[in-house]
């Protein structure tokens, strides 16, 4: 194999490498609150909205402070440095990204998981329509 | 119910199900017969040319009837189809139809059908040569994406499926004993109407169900039955039809009896499909399912079976913009004009012209790029314009999957550029477009199957096809493949290397940067598929990490963008480069100097305060020291990035316009020439344009109330909104601002349109005088000459409306039409008092989705000042309600009440008015109000008749205040007010406000860009031997 060739096949593997590596490392993950809390990563946490009457949103110091509870039920108090998010009444899941400073959850983003058209509740309060796709076959 | 032959055959949806069904026969029947050709040299493959071409056609045909009625369907607003429901409404103008017609994913798996279909034709009455093999391709593609809208339900061991083979067998059986074409095949057409009527038979008694049902035990909804004789009656008229179509076709001689099984498989196929039992597998999703077949076990369809809502669900708010009406269609045409390179590829390969393919691909390679560059800025512009998101390019998996097809397709001119000119670089050629279109069919599956679930905004749900976008994935990949396994040895071999510092080298590197862009940000985007395939938990990425990566990326573009083009143009050796060089060098680094010193100085700062500043006095131990130098290095290199990118856009910028200049001198006339350098000029304006706009944008809405500042950085040190009172001023970064409360319909009022109407009330829709859009309610029965007419025969006058919406303004919600209310914010920029401006930032309540809100924008020219309302008073509270006070007041007092300011000034006796003249004493207090900022004069009398007081209040109607001389306090020389005011409801904003340096770059660098590629298409249009 000529050097040029060489160096090429070089660059394309270490190009990989660190591919895979900054894939694999540093990777903020999905967890529950309990596992964010005690390693203090930044990670990503599947929730729902809870205590919704405790929310508030504190325009002078632009935080809004509300309830969270992950997958595993547990509930944590999670402050983001933003109005609420317009949606959020209607998210069925929450996803947040951020870290645990002491005992609160600091969310650096929200991201609102909102019901697909398709799976709307069907004409007006009625019981959530089945699509053909979800009949058990 | 029951139901007529005529609703049978009347019916949009059976029509438009038999339409899809027959694209997906025809589309079929064509590619075969195309790839037979292929095989069969002409004359003796003249037979199967003319059935592709004829089948082609059909498939055309269908595809544009398939669009046509469901397009009519959502039109005349035909709410009982589960498609029209979900996503149109009674309100939606007709550009808005067009754009739900593509909301869902049947609509859009249409609309990009629809596109390879124009291409197609175009290939069709253009192509020569390559017309057969491209169209056998692209109508194998069209297979598969017609299966996506059949929305069929095969049974296992259905009736219908034993008819099939039965039918199969006796058709097999027949063209392997006759030799005379023309009889057996009068003869399989009579057997196939005899089988359609006994399939007729079946279905309309329900003997098929019945027995699937014993087997299975599947509960069957009662539709069904009704569904079955839809499609049933359907087949018998496609039966005919294609039979009429055989005799036409019957001087066909079968060569060999292997084709003719494939496409009797094909018939017996299309008999199953056109079947439509309710369970078993399902082939894709149909746009023409009727509500109750959608929603079996809506509770209304037991006690309404004859249901049909009388409007529809609407089209998310978000996508009523005139963009979403021409982004998609941009977008999937660029998707679809992938599909054209390589099907010439394919083409090349399967008839040994594994070379010339490149030039006949180039213009369109050219246009795909155009027009998907075009499409995703198209999305980029809309999210910018209507998301609040704050940006034109989030890094969302669903923007990804889009730009990775688009960076491969960049890579893919440039090998073909190298080809066409150099005879290099032929097998990248191959990988870059392949890669290319299979990544569209890569991302139509990430976007499509649901797996991104979480990971992005807007992903569509699964609808039930992933299995089936696997399979389309899967067949091309392995098809690709084997092509290429059987194929590569007829391809020449390079005839030397590549050396170092020529043409090729260059637009080998210029290939290879973009591929490795393309290869990282898939890899990232596809993290959601790692999880699924490893078990593993990797949360997606942030803008920022793209942006870290992809910074360097943008770099090397940048350079090689600049000092290629001189090796393109000018025969350089290694040792003139600099000379050639310098000047456009020389030029970007100093007009960077310039700008960093103005601008980018801030940033050496931040990185100083942020990391070295106060840390280095106060650490003692080494570690820790060695901890902030790195973190220094870290923010350093962020910076560096940023800098390096501004000086090698500045020199591709320089560099391609030295180039093209120099071109235009040289020569002279003709213009078509200077399509790479024009390309590569807008590509490097983009690249500034994003770096000002993203890197360097800064709130304008700082708040300047300390909020939490907590040492991490960046995320924590912000706090970018502003709540603003109505009427009263702010000051933030440069600016006082100024909420002056929502936007008031204007009159003239014009164009009423009832959107809803009940007993006592009529909501309607109104233009007011400077054209925008609002919707009020009023009160019914001022208009409704019969309240209990049915609405279609309402009857209103517009004088009353006019009149009464003209005199009475203030009571109509300023609602904007689908409860849209904008928001009017003056900015008063402080160092120049003459500067001040009004944007109107929107907000609409949506029940689903609680507020939205859609930016509005100052656009100057080296800057965007951004705006959105990221809060509003929760509605609930909008209620008026009425505050009553009474106070005592001496002459010259004044009394504070809710918002106003009471002044009694003096009170008068009313003497010599005969309308008073009945009373004993007559006498008024005149008072002044001060509210608002405006001041009013109130008069409210005291009477006295036969010793009884009297009162006569009055109501100041702008002031919203009601005024009542109730009595005297003799002895403390005061009088007696009740006051009544209605109190406003709470009226305030939370603001955010950015400035985007620059922005306007990004766009004119597309508009340059595009340009670029629309000249180099002309060019390569007209290259000798094209076509042959």
New interface residues.
Partial sequence: M?P?NLIALILVIV?LVI?LTS??SN?????DFKTAKTSGDK??V?ATWVNREQSN?N?????FTFYLQDTLSQVALVKY????P?????AE?V?I?GKF?GEHF?A??I??????????K??AG??P?????N??? | MEISIWDVLFSAGGLGRAFANLAFISAAISSIAYFFTLRTPAPEGDHWKRMGNTFFLIHAASVLSVIVTLFLMIYFHRYEYHYVWSHSSNELPVHFMISCFWEGQEGSFLLWSFWHVVLGLVVYFRGKFWKTGVLAVLASVQVMLSSMLLGVWIQPLGVQVLLSILLLVLMLALFLQSDKAALRIKIAGSIVGFLALVSVWAGYTGIGIDFFKQITLLITPDSAKDTGIYTILWSIFLAISFYLLVIELSNWKYKSSIPGVVLTILWGLSFVLFLTPVAGWSIGSSPFLLLREAMPNAPIFSSNPDFIPTNGNGLNPLLQNYWMVIHPPTLFLGFASTLIPFAYLITGLLTGKSTEWIREATPWNLITALVLGTGILMGGYWAYETLSFGGYWNWDPVENSSLVPWLTCIGSLHAFVAWNQKKSQLRYAYLLVILTFLLVLYSTFLTRSGILGEASVHSFTDLGLSGQLLVLLGVYFTGVLLVWIRKKDGLPEAKSETRLWTKEFFLFLAATVVLFAAIEIIFFTSSPVLNKIFGLSLAPRNPLFYYLWNVWFSIAIAIFSGVGQFFFWYKIEKQVLLKALYRPFALAVFSALAIILVIMQADWQFVYNQTLRNELSDIETISSKIFYYVSFAKYALWFLADELLLISGLFAIFANLDVMIGMIRKKSGNIKMVGGSLAHTGFALMLLGMLFSSGYDSIISVNFKPGELGSMFPEDSRNDNVLLLKNTPKYVKGYRLTYLGKKQAVAPLSDYRILDWDEFSLKVAFEDSTGDDYSAILPGEVFLKDSTSKIASIRFDLDKIQRFTEKNISIIKPEHLNSRSLYAVRFEAMEDSTRSFVLYPEAELNESMGILAHPDRKIRAHEDIYVHVSSIPDPESAKEEVQEFTVKLAKGDSAVTGNALVYFETLVQVKDVPEFAQYDFVAKARLRVLKNGKEFTAEPLFIIEDRQPLSLPVFVQEAGMGFTFAGVAAEEGKIVLQIEEIKEPEDWIVLKAISKPWINLLWLGTFVLVLGFGIAAWRRMSYPGRGE
């Fill in positions: 000529k040029r190009f591919l894939q694999l990777q903020s993950y999905y967890t990670v990503h599947v949103y325009a002078d110091e632009d935080v440095h933003d109005p609420k317009p949606s959020l009444e209607s899941k996803v990204e400073k600091e650096e983003h991201y609102l998981k909102c019901p697909s058209k398709y799976e709307d069907a004409l009625e019981d329509a089945i699509h053909p796709s009949i058990p076959r």
